[in-house]
C-alpha cells in the first residue's frame, strides 16, 4: 500500500510539474507577467525536488548493496560505482529542466 501511495504522489508532482510549465508557456504569449514567472518557478523546484527526492530513495537501497558486494568481491567495484552514479542523473535532468524554463 505505501508503494502504491508513493508512486500515486509521484505520478502527481509530475503531472501538477507538467501542468505549471505548460501553463507558464501558454501564457508566455503575454508580456513576462509576474504570474508566468511564478509559475516557471514553481515548476522548475518541482522539477528539480522531485529528481533529487527519487535519486536519494534510490540511493538509500542501491548504496549498500553495492558497498556490501564490493566488500565480498573487489571485482565488483567497477559495477557497483556505475550502479550507485547510475540514479544521479536524475538530479542532474531536473537541473537541466530549470534552465530550460
Known sequence: MKRLA???LIFNVIVVGACFGGLAQELAQ????PLVAGLK???AAIAFASGAFATA???TRVGPAAMAAVAENR???FSALVLVA???TLVVFGFVVIFLL
Open 6 to 8: 508513493l508512486a500515486v
Open 30 to 33: 503575454d508580456a513576462e507577467s
Open 41 to 43: 518557478t514553481i515548476a
Open 57 to 59: 530513495w534510490v540511493q
Open 75 to 77: 571485482e565488483n567495484f
Open 86 to 88: 547510475l540514479p544521479e
